[in-house]
């Protein structure tokens, strides 16, 4: 295969290829925010900037023939684009590497960059997923679990009024993709389906109403506190923190699931009682002797965002899930619209003044490279850099999955 000189433009180009088909969570989640950036597309963003993303009102039913005009309320969701990257300094013998030899150092230098974003986006799903399934952190590597594993994610997906429009996704961790294949393994199956996850030991798509299925080693990690519950300290509490008899034993983690007594989740558009306890996420670490727990969802108890049947009740005890001091695996089921990454151009200033600068952008992913020399060692300086930023828009959209 002939050599050719690699260009600013040449990285850029296999740079963006590796972004756009090696990101794996960041190709299932929602990118069409990305346009609330356009007016200063030209010109490029910079790190910290951030838009607000608006979450659609909700209205109450009116009966009977007398109108009553509703307010419209409606809530934002920020989303910060950080900045980061990857760099490679060459000599002219390597950027005369044939395509294959430049391909591969490419998939390396940008295994971090698509890396990281993935992380950061599976940790957010971790700290903001409060909707809990499996809390006892058995894997499923029986038929019958592994049916039970997809279904109970559904279930909950559907009480949460998720869409049913095909673009629900299942991201998990090598453990728990290990327990189904081997649950399925010896179950009726579409052949083809057996057959392919046999062959690559992975989970196919389009499986028990998830159109994507995918395993990433970055599914975040959660360590429960060796806090001990206590209880509920005062009637008609609403609101995103609640007041408890001092937290007990140790200290109670960020991202740790609690369910309040006599709190059950409500179908978001009808209000009616699930019939299940709602989840909490707790938001901030909680130390031992504390008297408040930080938590999400907010409780609303009426109106056009209720969110739960009623306060939860003083003097009974709220529930940790999980076990204390212990880690769990955060596989998560959601719809594509739980989650939003946004990636954006950054500046291209300094172009022509010595350095070289190639910014390209292909179905929502955008990379920007820019090149320059080194007189003292004879080499070429390639800056490879990304702008983005997550943002958890529909947090009830989502499932986390336990397993030890």
Not at 60 to 67: K, L, Q
Not at 261 to 274: D, E, I, K, M, Y
Not at 294 to 321: D, E, K, L, M, R
Not at 326 to 349: C, E, I, N, R
């Amino acid at each position: 295969m002939s050599n050719s000189f690699a260009t600013s433009s040449i990285v850029a180009k296999e740079a963006l290829a590796v972004l756009k088909n090696t990101c794996s969570f960041s190709r299932m989640v929602n990118r069409d925010f990305e346009s609330e950036f356009s007016g200063n597309m030209s010109r490029g963003y910079a790190p910290g900037q951030t838009i607000n993303i608006k979450r659609p009102p909700r209205f109450t039913y009116r009966a009977g023939p007398v109108a009553v005009p509703q307010a419209i309320t409606e809530s934002t969701i920020p989303l910060t684009l950080s900045q980061g990257g990857a760099d490679i300094a060459v000599s002219d013998l390597e950027r005369t590497l044939s395509v294959t030899q430049f391909e591969d150092k490419m998939m390396a230098l940008m295994a971090p960059v698509v890396n990281e974003i993935d992380r950061q986006g599976l940790q957010l799903a971790h700290y903001s997923t409060f909707n809990t399934l499996n809390t006892t952190g058995a894997l499923p590597t029986t038929a019958a679990l592994a049916i039970q594993a997809m279904t109970d994610m559904q279930r909950r997906l559907d009480e949460m009024a998720a869409p049913r429009d095909m673009r629900r996704g299942l991201c998990m961790n090598p453990a728990l993709n290990g327990a189904l294949v081997q649950g399925f393994g010896g179950y009726f199956n579409n052949q083809g389906k057996i057959s392919e996850q046999n062959r690559t030991g992975l989970m196919t798509n389009q499986n028990f109403g998830f159109a994507d299925v995918t395993m990433d080693q970055n599914v975040d990690t959660h360590t429960n506190g060796a806090a001990t519950a206590t209880n509920i300290n005062g009637a008609n509490q609403t609101g995103s923190t609640i007041t408890v008899v001092a937290v007990a034993g140790g200290t109670l983690t960020r991202g740790t699931v609690i369910t309040l007594p006599g709190v059950f989740a409500v179908n978001p558009q009808s209000r009616q009682s699930t019939g299940v306890l709602a989840n909490f996420v707790v938001t901030a670490d909680v130390a031992a002797a504390a008297t408040s727990i930080p938590i999400s969802p907010a409780i609303v108890t009426s109106g056009a965002f209720q969110n739960v049947s009623a306060s939860p009740t003083t003097g009974s005890p709220y529930v940790i899930v999980g076990s204390a001091s212990t880690a769990y695996g955060t596989s998560v089921g959601f719809h594509k619209d739980a989650f939003t990454l946004a990636m954006v151009p950054l500046s291209s200033q300094g172009d022509g003044a010595g350095v070289k600068v190639t910014q390209m952008s292909d179905d929502g992913f955008t990379v920007r490279v820019k090149q320059g020399s080194d007189i003292i060692t004879d080499q070429s300086i390639f800056r490879i850099d990304v702008l983005f930023g997550w943002a958890a828009t529909f947090p009830e959209l989502s499932v986390k999955y336990y397993n030890v």
